[in-house]
C-alpha cells in the first residue's frame, strides 16, 4: 500500500517534469519574431551578438525563468496557507500582502522614487509595503503570542480592502504619467530587465519550496483541525508561525519583482488537490511544479495572442485557471 | 644660438623661432582635430540608420525631414503620414513588443516617457540606443523637440527651415486677429468625467494663438465639472472627438440653453489627432481651423 502510493507520487512528479519542461521549450519556441527551435543549438554555440540570440537568450529565458520561480513560489504560498486555514478561498493575497506591496509601489511611483533612487526602487517598496502590512495584521491579530486564523484570515481581508482604496485616492489626485507606471505594476508582468532580481527570485522560491516541504508532515496533521494536531504532537502556534512567515516572504518577493498576479495562487493549489490528493508532500511538490508551467504558458499566451502588443499575463491566468478549475470541478466530486 | 633673430630660418634660428613654431603646429594640429571632431561627427557613421519610433508624432516629424525611409518599426497609432501605416508595428506607445523591436535591429529607438520603463531599461541592456523624447506642453517646446529630433540625424537645416516657416505664418495669424475680441472656450477632453486641457497642455496653447481664452487653464486637475462650465458660461464648447462620443456630447450641451455656446450652436468637434499630437506645422494648421471657429463673425 506504501510503496505504491510511492510510486504513484514519483509518476505524478515525472509527469508534471516532463509537462514543465514541454512549456518551456514551447514558450521558448513562440513569440512575436518566428524562430525555428532547430536554429537553437547552432545559436548557442556561434549565434552570440546576433538578434535571434538575444531574443531567445536574453528576451524569452529570464520571462520563463522568471515565470518559474513567481508561479512555483504563489501556488507554494497558496498551499501552504489553505493548509493553515483549512479554507478553499484563501490565497496568497487574502492576506493583505498584495494590497501592501501595491501601496508601497505607488506611493514610490507618486514621490518620484525610482527618478531619485533607481529601479531598484520599485521591488524595494513593493516588499517594504508587503512586510509592513503583514507586520501590521499579524500584530493586531495575534494575541499572547497565538495567532486566531479566524481573526487573521478577516483583519487581512479588511486591511486589503483599506489598502485598495488608498490606492485609488492616490491614483485619483496623481498626474497622468505616474498612473501609468501604477497601472503596468498592479497588472503585473513578468518583463524584469535585472537579472540579478530574476536570480534572487529564483533562490528564494526554489528555498521556500525546500522549507514548507519541512512542515509538509505537519500541514497533514493540521488539515484535522488544530486541536487533533496538537495532539498528535504537533507543535501547533510554532508551525502556524512559521507557514506565515515563509508564506508572506515568498508572496512578497515575487510580488516584489513582478506585481499583482492574480488567481495562480489560488487555482493551483486546487487543482492539485483534484489530481494528486491531500497530502501536503506530494502537493507541494506538484503544486510548484505546476504552478511554475502554468504562469509560463499563461505568459506565452498573454506575449503572442494579440502580438505585436501584449496582454496582462493576469488576463490569461484568470481566464484559462479559472475555466479548466470549474471544468474540473464539474467532472469530478471534490470537497476540500 | 642666438637670442633674437631675424626670421630669416637656416642654422641661425633662435628659441624664441622655436618655441613660436612649436605653437603654431600645436594651434594648428588642435584646430584641425576639432574641426574633424565638429564637422565630421554628424555625417559618420554614427548617425542612425534604422530607427523605431515609439511616438506618432516623431514619426511624423521624420518623414517632414525626409527621414522617411530610416524608419523601420513604428507603434500601431503612427497614421500619418499614410506611408507610416506601411511600416512594421512593433506596440503601441505604452507597450512595445522587444523582441519585434531587436529582430528590426535598430541603432535608434525613439520612446516616449508613457512607455514601459522595464522595457526601455531592457533594451539599453542589449545595447540599443534609447532616446525618451519629452512631451511638448506649448509650441515652443514642440519646436525644441522637432530641432532636438533632426540633430539626431544631422538635418537640423531642413529642421530649422521648417520651424522659421511655421513661426512666421503663426505671427502672421496673431496680428491678424490682435484687434479682434477673445471669446471663453470651454475644451471638452474626455466625456465621464468631464475633462478639460489644463494650462500645461498643447490644446491652451493652440485657443491662446488663435485668439481665445481657454477656461479649463486655472484648472488644478483636468477634471472639471458641469455645473462650473454652466456656471462660467463659455462662448464657445469644442468637443476633441473620440468616435461618435463627439456628437452625443454635443446634443448634451445643447440641452444647457443657458449656456450662450449653446444658445449660438457654437459647439464643435475637433479632430483628436491634430489636436493631441501635432508637429509645428500642423499646430499653425489647427490654430488657423480655431481661428475660422473662434472668429466666424468677424
Request: aromatic share 10%.
Amino acid at each position: 500500500m506504501h510503496s505504491s502510493k510511492i510510486s504513484t507520487w514519483i509518476w505524478w512528479t515525472f509527469f508534471l517534469v516532463v509537462l514543465l519542461l514541454a512549456v518551456v521549450f514551447f514558450s521558448l519556441a513562440v513569440g512575436a519574431v518566428d524562430l525555428p527551435l532547430r536554429k537553437a543549438f547552432f545559436l548557442l554555440t556561434e549565434g552570440r551578438g546576433t538578434p535571434e540570440y538575444a531574443i531567445l537568450f536574453e528576451v524569452r529565458l529570464p520571462r520563463v525563468l522568471l515565470g518559474l520561480a513567481v508561479g512555483g513560489g504563489l501556488a507554494i504560498s497558496g498551499v501552504i496557507l489553505q493548509g493553515m486555514f483549512r479554507n478553499p478561498l484563501v490565497e496568497p493575497y487574502t492576506l493583505g500582502i498584495s494590497g501592501g506591496a501595491a501601496l508601497g509601489v505607488c506611493l514610490n511611483i507618486v514621490t518620484g522614487g525610482p527618478n531619485v533612487l533607481g529601479p531598484l526602487a520599485t521591488p524595494a517598496s513593493g516588499f517594504l509595503g508587503a512586510a509592513c502590512i503583514v507586520f501590521m495584521v499579524y500584530a493586531i491579530s495575534a494575541r499572547k503570542g497565538a495567532i486566531r486564523l479566524s481573526r487573521l484570515l478577516l483583519i487581512g481581508v479588511m486591511v486589503s480592502f483599506m489598502a485598495s482604496s488608498l490606492i485609488m485616492l492616490v491614483m485619483a489626485v496623481t498626474r497622468t504619467e505616474d498612473l501609468h507606471g501604477i497601472i503596468f505594476w498592479i497588472m503585473g508582468s513578468l518583463e524584469e530587465p535585472n537579472p540579478s532580481l530574476i536570480k534572487a527570485a529564483l533562490i528564494i522560491s526554489i528555498g521556500g519550496m525546500i522549507l514548507s516541504f519541512f512542515y509538509a508532515v505537519d500541514l497533514n496533521a493540521l488539515s484535522l483541525g488544530e486541536e487533533d494536531a496538537f495532539h498528535l504532537g504537533v507543535k501547533v502556534e510554532k508551525v502556524k508561525k512559521a507557514i506565515f512567515v515563509i508564506a508572506s516572504l515568498l508572496t512578497g518577493c515575487c510580488v516584489a519583482v513582478t506585481g499583482i498576479i492574480g488567481f495562480v495562487g489560488l487555482v493551483v493549489p486546487h487543482l492539485m488537490r483534484l489530481l494528486v490528493g491531500g497530502d501536503h508532500r506530494i502537493l507541494l511538490v506538484a503544486s510548484y511544479i505546476s504552478g511554475a508551467a502554468f504562469l509560463i504558458l499563461c505568459d506565452t499566451v498573454a506575449r503572442v495572442v494579440i502580438a505585436p502588443m501584449e496582454l496582462p499575463v493576469g488576463v490569461i491566468t484568470g481566464l484559462v485557471g479559472g475555466g479548466v478549475f470549474i471544468y474540473a470541478l464539474s467532472r469530478k466530486s471534490y470537497s476540500f | 644660438m642666438k637670442v633674437f633673430c631675424d626670421w630669416s630660418g637656416g642654422k641661425e634660428s633662435c628659441l624664441s623661432c622655436y618655441k613660436a613654431m612649436l605653437l603654431a603646429l600645436f594651434t594648428l594640429v588642435f584646430f584641425f582635430v576639432s574641426f574633424t571632431c565638429a564637422f565630421s561627427f554628424p555625417s559618420s557613421p554614427h548617425l542612425p540608420r534604422r530607427i523605431v519610433s515609439l511616438i506618432p508624432t516623431v514619426t511624423e516629424e521624420l518623414y517632414l525631414l525626409g527621414a522617411g525611409d530610416k524608419i523601420v518599426g513604428v507603434t500601431v497609432y503612427c497614421q500619418r503620414p499614410p506611408e507610416a501605416q506601411t511600416k512594421e508595428k512593433v506596440g503601441t506607445v505604452i507597450d512595445v513588443n522587444i523582441e519585434k523591436i531587436i529582430e528590426l535591429r535598430p541603432n535608434l529607438v525613439i520612446a516616449s516617457p508613457l512607455t514601459d520603463h522595464k522595457q526601455i531599461r531592457k533594451l539599453r541592456n542589449l545595447d540599443i540606443e534609447v532616446k525618451i523624447f519629452p512631451e511638448a506642453r506649448d509650441f515652443d517646446g514642440l519646436c525644441k523637440n522637432f530641432v532636438t529630433l533632426s540633430r539626431l540625424l544631422g538635418r537640423e537645416q531642413k529642421a530649422e527651415e521648417i520651424v522659421q516657416k511655421a513661426r512666421i505664418e503663426l505671427g502672421a495669424i496673431k496680428n491678424a486677429i490682435a484687434g479682434f475680441a477673445k471669446s471663453r472656450v470651454f475644451v471638452q477632453i474626455g466625456a465621464n468625467p468631464l475633462f478639460t486641457a489644463k494650462r500645461d497642455s498643447f490644446i491652451n496653447d493652440l485657443i491662446e494663438c488663435a485668439g481665445g481664452i481657454n477656461m479649463g487653464r486655472d484648472a488644478k486637475t483636468g477634471i472639471y465639472s458641469r455645473e462650473e462650465v454652466i456656471k462660467r458660461n463659455p462662448e464657445i464648447i469644442l468637443i476633441v472627438t473620440m468616435g461618435i462620443v463627439g456628437e452625443k456630447e454635443k446634443e448634451v450641451w445643447l440641452r444647457y440653453k443657458t449656456v450662450t455656446a449653446a444658445k449660438n450652436r457654437s459647439i464643435f468637434t475637433v479632430d483628436s489627432y491634430s489636436v493631441c499630437s501635432p508637429t509645428p506645422l500642423s499646430f499653425v494648421e489647427t490654430v488657423k481651423e480655431f481661428v475660422r471657429i473662434f472668429h466666424a463673425q468677424q
